[in-house]
């Protein structure tokens, strides 16, 4: 597989932020998913990934655990205060657990890169919940090109790998059977093997088009 080192170059600090954290979180055996929280100048002021599939934590997150997600993990690095004009970037659009998360923490500004067809309905569920309803962030995404394909590809590479039998990935393969056939050739041929160890930034020009691009 040929790799386009110029593509990360393209990408912005902020987001090369976050897609570190969700290449650390697949290269550790977890879901593959990364979230950062920037502050209205843009410094990420917390960051956190998907652990399910880990032992450790930093103090104040959650591994080993269904609920070790990436938005929980950054969410939790957070004062207890309100937070205007801050902004959450994941790569996958949030879960119910998440979702829920964001409204309790009422994070004002959601991006998120890659839509989750397992759980695209938790948006419009919970607007139907008067409290919940008044505390949803200002929501952006999917994402179109590398970044978008890059945070789409992780999670499910994982599933491909650890949860072939479950539930979450028959809908991927209902939905999106290129990107599963994609990330089981990756797998077949060794190349999922062979870019687990590099750097994100390696990684992502090898990974972030999809293979027929």
């Known amino acids: 597989m ?3 080192p110029a593509a990360w170059e393209l990408v912005s600090p902020q987001w090369r932020a976050c897609l570190v954290e969700a290449w650390t979180s697949w290269s550790h055996g977890s879901l593959g998913v ?19 599939g880990e032992q450790h934590a930093p103090a104040g ?10 938005e929980v993990n950054a969410l939790s690095a957070l004062p207890r205060r309100r937070h205007p004009g801050h902004r959450l970037l ?15 923490t009422q994070l004002p ?31 952006d995404g999917p994402l179109s090109g590398p970044i978008g394909h890059f945070a789409r590809l992780l999670p499910v590479l994982h599933m491909a790998e650890h949860r072939r039998q479950g539930r979450s990935f028959a809908v991927y393969q209902a939905c999106q059977p290129g990107l599963v056939s994609q990330a089981e050739q990756l797998l077949a041929d060794g190349t ?5 160890d590099l750097p994100c930034h390696l990684a992502f020009g090898a990974l972030a088009l999809p293979a027929d691009a």
């Open 2 to 4: 040929t790799s386009d």
């Open 34 to 52: 990364g979230a950062v929280i920037i502050s209205p100048d843009g410094e990420v002021v917390a960051r956190g990934r998907n652990r399910e």
């Open 61 to 70: 997150q959650l591994a080993g655990s269904y609920l070790a997600h990436a």
């Open 90 to 104: 994941v790569t996958l659009a949030p879960c119910l657990v998440c979702a829920s998360a964001i409204v309790m």
């Open 109 to 139: 500004q959601l991006t998120y890169a890659a839509a989750d067809p397992v759980m695209d309905d938790v948006s419009s569920w919970l607007a139907t919940l008067p409290w919940a309803a008044s505390r949803l962030p200002d929501t």
């Open 192 to 196: 999922a093997r062979q870019l687990r």
